[in-house]
């Protein structure tokens, strides 16, 4: 149980380009999904929270404008981001946390990852 | 001061040893502990969660939890080359939604 999978698993585009990442909780109900960021041999980095219906709380630093979250869904949320640039080439990372009362309310349960290269 | 902090490593041990991993945090009010594992290229993935003081065991991994002290570690018995990852500790207050990690410790683990 607890699956959260991630659409598309690698993207490579031109820049100026917007690219559309998917983060779906399979067999779960996730009241918040977070997305992070990891370059190249460093940590993972919290971009944003997403909770479901609501806007995304940002972390300092992370432009909202940019990377813009969708969370239309208990089982959906979305990262675009919005003309990406060399410098966004990134993984990125979503993870899911169930719903309070649930067994999986207290884990975080991550998707495999996106990378996304922009030319 | 960082919410979560481990060393960085790099942390080599031979094949058959006992691995070491620490983790301090910062809030006392912190409830729940967490081990990840994320190889390269890969997202992590969770080894062990901890919410009480004392040894939790589960196969070779034990998770040690020291509230008084702040501090939390994973121990990794008969390591193998497969056990060669990044270990990254996390934490979470239990109120908010926020889970805080450390910045990972880099183990190679030597055949």
């Known amino acids: 149980g607890a699956v959260v999978s991630q659409h598309p698993s690698w993207v490579i585009c031109k820049s100026g380009t917007s690219v559309k990442i998917e983060c779906r909780s399979l067999?779960?109900?996730?009241?918040?999904m977070f997305w992070y960021r990891q370059f190249p041999k460093q940590s993972l980095m919290l971009m944003a929270t997403?909770?479901?219906?609501?806007?995304?709380?940002?972390e300092q630093g992370v432009e909202k404008d940019k990377f813009l979250i969708n969370h239309a869904s208990l089982t959906l949320s979305t990262l675009t981001v919005t003309s990406a640039h060399p410098e966004d080439s990134s993984f990125y990372i979503c993870?899911?946390?169930?719903?309070?009362?649930?067994?999986?309310?207290?884990?975080?349960?991550f998707g495999p990852g996106t990378r996304l290269t922009v030319l | 001061q960082k919410e979560v902090e481990q060393n960085s490593g790099p942390l080599s041990v031979p094949e058959g040893a006992i691995a070491s991993l620490n983790c301090t945090y910062s809030?006392?009010?912190?409830?729940?502990f967490f081990w990840y594992r994320q190889y390269s290229g890969k997202s992590p993935e969770l080894i062990m969660f901890?919410?009480?003081?004392g040894d939790k065991e589960d196969g070779r991994f034990t998770a040690q939890l020291n509230k008084a002290s702040q501090y939390v570690s994973l121990l990794i018995r008969d390591s193998q080359p497969s056990d060669s990852a990044t270990y990254l500790c996390?934490?979470?207050?239990?109120?908010?939604?926020?889970?805080?990690f450390g910045t990972g410790t880099s183990l190679t683990v030597i055949p």
């Open positions: 993870s899911a946390r169930g719903l309070a009362g649930t067994t999986s309310y207290n884990e975080q349960f």
């Open positions: 067999d779960f109900q996730a009241t918040t």
């Open positions: 997403s909770n479901e219906g609501s806007k995304a709380t940002y």
């Open positions: 809030d006392r009010g912190s409830q729940s």
């Open positions: 901890i919410y009480s003081n």
């Open positions: 996390a934490v979470n207050r239990g109120t908010g939604n926020q889970f805080y």
